[in-house]
Every structure is written in C-alpha cells, then in structure tokens.
C-alpha cells in the first residue's frame, strides 16, 4: 500500500510519514514545493538510517496519488487543499488529522469551524472521496521519534464504514496504535476539540499525553 501525505513537511505529518514507513509502508511526502517534499524525505532517511524507510518527496498532486490520503495542512487549509486535489481524491479513503486550535492567553482552546469539524469540512470539500477523522491527538515528538514506541489508542470516525475500516487497518499496521471506532463525522467535533485538553496537560505536566480507552476488550 502507499499513502499520500498532503502538507506532510511538517512535525505532524513527517512524524506520521516516518512512523507509517517505520511500518513497512511506502509513503509519498506531499507538499506545495518538490523541494521541500524531497528535502524533507532526505532529512528523515539520514536520522533513522537503520530503518529503510521508504519515502518518495514530491508535490501534494504526487501525494493524492496514492491509494490512501492524509491531510496534514494546518487546520484551516485542510478543506481547500483537499478541494483543489479532489479529482485525484474520487473514490478514495482520505483521513484528516486536522485540529482547529488557538491560543488564549496561555491555554490552547478549540476553535468551532464550520460544518462543526475540519473533518466533516474537509468531507464536504470533496464529495467523491470517503473522508475519515484520525490521528488528531498523537503528538509529533513521540509518534516521529522511531526510538520510541507508541501506546495510544487513535479515535476514528466516519460517515462511510469502508472508509472508518481501512482506517482501522492503517493504523493496526503501526506498533503500539489501537484503533478505536467512535462514530460517524459528528464524532469529529469533540474529538478534535479534545485535543486542546491533551495540549494543556502537556504544558500543566511537562509531557507527551495520549489517549488510552480503558475497559475496552479489543
Ligand atoms: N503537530 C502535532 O503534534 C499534531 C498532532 C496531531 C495533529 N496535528 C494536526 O496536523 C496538522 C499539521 O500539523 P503541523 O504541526 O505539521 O502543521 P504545519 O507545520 O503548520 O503545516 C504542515 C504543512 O502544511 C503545509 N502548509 C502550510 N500552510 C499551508 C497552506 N496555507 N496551504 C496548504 N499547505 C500548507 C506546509 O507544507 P509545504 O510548505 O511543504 O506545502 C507545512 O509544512 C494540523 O492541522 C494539526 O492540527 C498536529
């Protein structure tokens, strides 16, 4: 399988690239500059040169070529990147891991975007595609740091089955990631929001919280 990143220069989307090919995944670096996807390629392969990863870097277009689609952009450029790439999306999974957060003051808040989450935003962007929520609340410190394994469980919601079950399958390809099924894209809101909550204990206990659904037999 080979998994597009869109925006995937950044902390969380080279950290998920790097995790993903960790995994023995083939994984397409997108970004607006070839440049950038292939440097950021270059960087990954000589920190973690015993782990082979297999990276390509290129343009996002490169990227919604693949079977299976992540949107890193930042929130708020979620749904327009998704958009313009939409003839490439038809048919295809697309997971967004996009949280709408600010700062006040000194505390991370949510911020309500329209249509209630940049998941269900992004969904609406393109149509033709089966867009599901995940990944929103790993920190890129922990999951791009390949000497460290994952214990965290990955909330994922979406309005089509298929879509929330090759999700699912992605992520039980990661050591140490559950994948947990919450719902359709109305779960998308308090999970995104949620994430502010992990920020701000991160700052209050000095490190890298995730989420662990207890009682849950899977
Ligand atoms: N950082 C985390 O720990 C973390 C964890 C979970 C989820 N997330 C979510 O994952 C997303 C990415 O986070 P991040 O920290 O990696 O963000 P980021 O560094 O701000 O952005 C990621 C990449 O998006 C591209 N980009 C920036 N502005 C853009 C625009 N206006 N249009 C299209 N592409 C643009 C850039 O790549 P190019 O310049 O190469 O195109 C950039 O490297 C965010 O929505 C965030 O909420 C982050």
């Known amino acids: 399988m080979r998994v597009g990143i869109l925006g995937g220069t950044g ?27 292939e440097e950021i390629c270059q960087q990954l392969r000589d920190k973690w040169p015993d782990h082979n990863l297999s990276l390509t870097g290129g343009e996002n277009v490169e990227a919604a070529s693949t079977e299976l689609v992540v949107v890193a952009t930042p929130w708020d450029a979620a749904a327009a990147t998704a958009a313009g790439l939409s003839q490439h999306l038809t048919d295809k999974v697309v997971i967004s891991m996009a949280n709408a957060l600010t700062r006040l003051g000194k505390d991370f808040v949510p911020l309500m975007p329209g249509r209630g ?21 790993l920190p890129a410190h922990a999951l791009g740091d390949l000497d460290h394994t994952l214990e965290s469980d990955v909330l994922i919601c979406a309005d089509h089955p298929d879509a929330a079950t090759t999700t699912a399958e992605l992520v039980a390809k990661i050591p ?31 490190t890298r919280a995730a989420i662990r659904i207890t009682g849950l037999d899977i």
């Not at 998920?16 to 083939?26: C, E, Q």
């Not at 989450?117 to 609340?137: C, E, L």
């Not at 559950?178 to 206990?205: C, I, K, M």
């Open 11 to 37: 902390p969380a989307g080279k950290a998920l690239a790097a995790r993903l090919a960790s995994a023995g995944i083939d994984v397409v670096i997108g970004s607006r500059s070839r440049e950038r996807g």
């Open 117 to 137: 989450s940049i998941t269900a935003g992004v969904q609406a962007a393109v149509p033709a595609a089966r867009v599901a929520g995940a990944f929103h609340h």
């Open 176 to 206: 140490g990631l559950r994948p947990v099924h919450v719902g359709s894209l109305d779960a998308a809101a308090p999970v995104e929001s949620f994430t502010a909550v992990l920020l701000q204990v991160n700052v209050r206990y000095k």
